[in-house]
């Protein structure tokens, strides 16, 4: 664990039961991302694919150096059953970048 990478939390609505968000097809996925890095943050990347590539959801966003970031109010719709994954990259000022993820079954 390296303590200057960026910090990232990801939170969704409905919450993650166990390890992966469970909804149904049609359902929808309420987003909120924090990002923090004492040093300052550049760049922050979320992204929302399936298993198979398919980019349901994409967004970057230029934090300016301040040590805390956040996005909220991002609502991803899954029109399918399958497996989904919520990425987020952070890169701080420094170029070091931290990656998180979220699982989404929709079943």
């Known amino acids: 664990v ?3 990478l960026p910090v990232v939390t990801i939170n969704t609505n ?3 039961v166990v390890e992966y ?3 149904i097809p049609g359902g929808e996925v309420g987003i909120s991302v ?3 890095d004492e040093e300052g943050l550049g760049i922050i990347h979320i992204e929302v694919e399936s298993e198979g590539g398919t980019v349901l959801f994409e967004q970057e966003y230029d934090a300016a150096g301040a040590a ?6 991002i609502a991803v719709a899954f ?3 399958g497996h989904y994954h919520i990425h987020v990259e952070a890169t701080d000022s420094g170029g070091l970048t931290r990656m998180a993820e979220q699982e989404v079954h929709v079943e």
């Open 79 to 81: 029109p399918l059953a």
């Open 21 to 23: 968000v469970e909804i």
């Open 68 to 73: 805390t970031f956040t996005a909220d109010g």
């Open 14 to 16: 409905p919450s993650a």
């Open 34 to 36: 924090t990002a923090s």
């Open 2 to 4: 390296n303590p200057d």
